[in-house]
T-cell receptor, first 118, second 112 residues
Framework: EAGVAQSPRYKIIEKRQSVAFWCNPI?????LYWYQQILGQGPKLLIQ????????DSQLPKDRFSAERLKGVDSTLKIQPAKLEDSAVYLC????????????????FGEGSRLTVL | DQQVKQNSPSLSVQEGRISILNCDYT??????FLWYKKYPAEGPTFLIS?????DKNEDGRFTVFLNKSAKHLSLHIVPSQPGDSAVYFC???????????FGGGTRLMVKP
């Protein structure tokens, strides 16, 4: 079974430039998440999709971050314009829709996209 | 407001000994807890979980203990192996496993 795919793995940009990250979840996984992990900290949820609808984006800085999941499969996360504090690893994760009575809570993560803003 | 905290940023143990990683939480609504392991340049991978209706869950060398009254959980690794050297994240959820809240991580180093 193929895992969660992310690209690019690394990106270096200057502040005020824009960047986009792509994620392809595990086939059949209805739920997709974008997390931001700043060095030395745990992952912080930015946005959660259920199929192609947004479930929670309360922690997404909407003035500069946007995300979409067209057709309920692939997703892109965009930052425009980038700030120095956006330097982080952006992790995409997916999860199968929990079955009735089930609650595995297990998320499958991609390898992440490391962003450096200069 | 950190709802999940891992107060030890690092831990060093000798191979063959027990590793104990700790995690505290503040939100009493959390009902499911997980541990993830992360190697450098890789995404976190699921290790073990526990529901709030249990106080212990064991999987091979890994055991997670939950103390609801203290809002504390711990991960025990016995015996520790050099390959266990990684960053361990504690995570919690209260919405059918959705929207995990992660702690800051503990870097475990197992010395041969």
């Amino acid at each position: 079974e193929a895992g969660v795919a992310q690209s690019p793995r690394y990106k270096i940009i200057e502040k005020r430039q824009s960047v986009a990250f792509w994620c392809n979840p595990i086939s059949g996984h209805a739920t997709l998440y974008w997390y931001q992990q700043i060095l030395g900290q745990g992952p912080k949820l930015l946005i959660q999709f259920q199929n192609n609808g947004v479930v929670d984006d309360s922690q997404l800085p909407k003035d500069r971050f946007s995300a979409e999941r067209l057709k309920g499969v692939d997703s892109t996360l965009k930052i425009q314009p980038a700030k120095l504090e956006d330097s982080a690893v952006y992790l995409c994760a997916s999860r199968a829709f929990p079955t009735s009575g089930g609650n595995t809570g297990e998320l499958f993560f991609g390898e992440g996209s490391r962003l450096t803003v200069l | 407001d950190q709802q999940v905290k891992q107060n030890s940023p690092s831990l060093s143990v000798q191979e063959g000994r027990i590793s104990i990683l700790n995690c505290d939480y503040t939100n009493s609504m959390f009902d499911y807890f997980l541990w993830y392991k992360k190697y450098p340049a890789e995404g976190p991978t699921f290790l073990i979980s526990i529901s709030s209706i249990k106080d212990k869950n064991e999987d091979g060398r890994f055991t997670v203990f939950l103390n609801k009254s203290a809002k504390h959980l711990s991960l025990h690794i016995v015996p520790s192996q050099p390959g266990d050297s990684a960053v361990y994240f504690c995570a919690a959820s209260y919405n059918a496993g959705n929207m995990l809240t992660f702690g800051g991580g503990t870097r475990l180093m197992v010395k041969p």
